[in-house]
C-alpha cells in the first residue's frame, strides 16, 4: 500500500539521501511544512516566521519497507535532543518533527521516541515534536535531490556542519 511519510530533519538537502536508498521508497521530495503560510518560498521559510520547517516527504511502499521502518532511518539521521535547530542550522525552520499522517504514524512515532528516551543513548531529553501533517510545500527545484545535483558542496556541508561526525558517534556504520 502506497502512503507518505513526512519528516523535518534539519536542512533537506541532508534528509533525502539516507532514504533514496531503501527499497520501496519511491520518491523523496523536500519541502516545507508545518506553517500557515500558502505556498512559502525558501526565502520566506528561512526568515523563521512563516512557521514553517524544512522537510521532505517520501512516498513508499508500506508492503515494502514499513513506516516504523523509515521513522527509524530518521532518528538516526538528527539530533533529536537539539531544541534549536540541526548543527550549523539554527532556528524554527531548521527544527525537528516527525509529521504523522494517520493514528497508526502518531503510534508508531511515539513508541520510536520513547523508546529513543528510555534507550540511554542519549543523556539529554528528546526534543523532537511529533505533530499531525499539514499542507506540503515542495521546495524550489535547486534543492530537490541536491547530494545528486551538487555532490561536492553537499558533502562539504555534511561533514563541515558536524552532521556526519554526529551520526557515526552516535550510530556508527548503521546510520
Not at 139 to 158: F, I, V
Request: aromatic letters at 14%.
Amino acid at each position: 500500500m502506497i502512503e507518505k511519510a513526512t519528516f523535518a530533519g534539519g536542512c533537506f538537502w541532508c534528509m533525502v539521501k539516507p532514504f533514496h536508498k531503501y527499497d520501496g521508497v519511491e520518491t523523496v521530495i523536500s519541502g516545507y511544512t508545518g506553517g500557515e503560510v500558502k505556498n512559502p518560498t525558501y526565502e520566506m521559510v528561512c526568515t523563521n516566521t512563516t512557521g514553517h520547517r524544512e522537510a521532505v516527504q517520501i512516498t513508499f511502499d508500506n508492503d515494502i519497507i514499513s513506516y516504523e521502518e523509515l521513522v527509524n532511518i530518521f532518528w538516526k539521521q538528527i539530533d533529536p535532543t537539539d531544541p534549536g535547530g540541526q548543527f550549523f542550522d539554527r532556528g524554527d525552520s531548521y527544527k525537528t518533527a516527525i509529521y504523522y499522517h494517520n493514528s497508526e504514524q502518531f503510534e508508531i512515532a511515539e513508541k520510536t521516541k520513547h523508546q529513543l528516551e528510555t534507550s540511554g543513548k542519549f543523556n539529554e531529553n528528546i526534543s523532537t515534536d511529533i505533530l499531525p501533517a499539514k499542507d506540503f510545500y515542495v521546495a524550489e527545484e535547486n534543492h530537490q535531490d541536491y547530494y545528486l545535483k551538487n555532490p561536492t558542496h553537499y558533502n562539504r556541508y555534511a561533514i563541515g556542519s558536524g552532521r556526519e561526525q554526529f551520526k557515526i558517534n552516535n550510530w556508527g556504520d548503521q546510520s
